[in-house]
């Protein structure tokens, strides 16, 4: 079972306190838009389409369904983690209701399943857990239960992550059925560097994050799956507790594409998964070259991208027929479950200088303990 890391939430505390003050009407109320509006080109791509009739699913850490922002338009799905927590515990929605919050954000008159799947708990979670993958199950339920989209803001692993079969066979089942998925990149660019799961594997919409002026944020994580990028920093969302308070992570980057996504298949539900893949990378804020790992084809935008629902791309995720040569030949010369030797000298250098750090630690751990007992 992999585990799971929440995108961090990082509030400015003068600005969120302000928010929390905004009294909300009895009917729907807006969240508070922030810069992304304008970075994205919503109020015009709201003029065209809404993303009505379109179900978006939510699969996190709960959705707090009685927000005045999100009241009337959510409905709750099984809970996948089965640990217990309920509604109105802390722990529970908080990370769930900010983002249903930013898919409303963009599409205001979509519907949003919420399926849990995760826990609002700190980063690096080592609790390790058997059984079937949440996540898969979410996954299979979303799709069953008519979501057109599937927003998933979370993934990975603490220290190396690694890919789940059910959930790339859940993953195969929602290409099968049309649905496309997005989920976040990950928010260890200024740590590790890790990979993120789901948002690594093959077809899924991968929403790196930028900060004001379309540039990388610092906590975005880089990698060659990366799709398309996001407005993810200072992104007014909904609490579970009431109000609302600015957030940061690819988390809210990949909550506001999935708005977009919204948008475009509620000008078209027919396009495939594949097409509004292409609609996203085509129109977006290309990166010089096209192409970069830091923000994937650029920062997306709203209104072109509605725009290009009028002639869209052809599907091209239709099966092919192999046209190759009968049997696959190994040109190195290497058998098929061998790899090549590795150069391991800087991995040993670095396994060295880690071993070496632990050790030092180790020693002031037990010169601390040592002090503490004889004071």
């Known amino acids: 079972m992999n585990r799971r890391r929440i995108g961090t939430m990082v509030a400015a505390a003068g600005l969120s306190s302000l928010l929390c003050t905004v009294t909300a009407t009895p009917a729907q109320a807006d969240t508070p838009a922030s810069w992304e509006s304008r970075a994205l080109g919503l109020s015009s791509a709201q003029r065209t389409t809404q993303g009505e009739g379109i179900k978006v699913a939510v699969l996190d850490s709960g959705v707090e369904k009685d927000h005045p922002a999100l009241a009337g338009k959510v409905t709750t799905g099984p809970d996948f983690l089965k640990d217990g927590l309920q509604p109105g515990d802390p722990r529970w ?7 249903a919050s930013d898919v409303l954000k963009v599409a205001p008159k979509a519907d949003i399943l919420s399926v849990r799947v995760i826990d609002d708990k ?3 979670d080592l609790e390790f857990k058997n059984g079937p993958s949440p996540v898969a199950q979410g996954i299979e339920y979303a799709v069953d239960h008519g979501a057109d989209v599937i927003s998933m803001s979370l993934g990975g692993d603490s220290f190396g992550s690694s890919f789940n079969e ?5 993953l195969a089942h929602a290409a099968y059925k ?12 200024d740590v590790f560097n890790d990979s993120s799961y789901p948002a690594g594997y093959p077809g899924v919409i991968a929403v790196a994050a930028v900060k004001q002026g379309g540039s990388r944020a610092g906590f975005s994580t880089v990698r060659t799956y990366n799709t398309v990028a996001a407005p993810g920093v200072g992104i007014v969302s909904a609490k579970n507790t009431g109000g609302y308070e600015p957030v940061n992570g690819t988390s809210p980057a990949a909550a506001l594409t999935s708005g977009v996504v919204a948008l475009i298949l509620g000008k078209d539900k027919d396009l495939k998964p594949s097409q509004v893949r292409a609609i996203l990378t085509k129109t977006a804020a290309h990166p010089p070259g096209g192409y970069s790992p830091l923000v994937g084809h650029g920062v997306i935008n709203a209104a072109a991208a509605v725009r290009a629902v009028s002639k869209p791309p052809t599907d091209g995720a239709a ?3 192999y046209r190759g040569k ?8 290497e058998k098929a479950t061998q790899h090549p030797p590795m150069d391991t000298t800087l991995l040993t250098i670095g396994l060295s200088a880690a071993g070496a750090g632990l050790l030092m630690v180790a020693g002031a751990i037990i010169v601390t303990r040592t002090g503490r007992r004889r004071a």
């Open 93 to 99: 929605g908080g990370h769930g209701t900010a983002m």
């Open 122 to 124: 700190k980063d690096h």
């Open 166 to 170: 059910d959930e790339t066979k859940a």
């Open 178 to 189: 049309g649905v496309t998925v997005v989920a976040s990149a990950g928010n260890d660019g």
């Open 319 to 321: 099966p092919a027929e």
């Open 326 to 333: 009968s049997h696959l030949a190994s040109p190195t010369g």
